[in-house]
């Protein structure tokens, strides 16, 4: 667990065109030109899992569409609660643990990728 980090920019969706890819903030070609980790995995011929807690609505494209690469993806929240009984969802990052142990422990291949994104804190840095 960490508690004191940073982030390069303010919102998922403005990270998410430097993560898990080879652009960085020197590049000088768009975020999409570059080759992305879950499909170099998949082209490894890993499993790939993507879990998802934070919320993917329209401010989320670039996040939706890094995610949507994955082979199994799972979104998480409380709006699109399809994968848990009454009473297990506590809307809390944990539930992604729940859900991994129930649903994916048993999807496992000899070689995975799995990205759990939490929805974590999002606090001024002021608090």
């Known amino acids: 667990m960490f508690s004191d980090t940073i982030s390069k920019e303010g919102s998922?969706?403005?990270?998410?065109?430097?993560?898990?890819?080879?652009?960085?903030a020197e590049t000088?070609?768009?975020?999409?030109?570059?080759?992305?980790?879950?499909?170099?995995?998949?082209?490894s011929h890993y499993e790939t899992f993507w879990l998802e807690k934070q919320f993917v609505d329209q401010w989320s494209l670039i996040q939706d569409l890094?995610?949507?690469?994955?082979?199994?993806?799972?979104?998480?929240?409380?709006?699109?609660n399809l994968y848990f009984l009454p009473g297990e969802w506590t809307g809390y990052d944990e539930d992604?643990?729940?859900?991994?142990?129930?649903?994916?422990?048993?999807?496992?291949?000899?070689?995975n990728f799995i990205v759990f994104h939490l929805r974590g804190s999002h606090k001024t840095y002021s608090e």
């Open 28 to 43: 000088n070609k768009p975020w999409y030109h570059y080759r992305n980790m879950i499909d170099i995995f998949k082209r």
């Open 96 to 111: 992604i643990l729940t859900f991994y142990s129930k649903n994916i422990l048993s999807q496992l291949k000899s070689k």
């Open 66 to 80: 890094v995610s949507s690469r994955s082979k199994n993806r799972y979104l998480l929240q409380r709006d699109r």
């Open 12 to 24: 998922t969706s403005d990270v998410f065109e430097n993560l898990l890819n080879y652009s960085d």
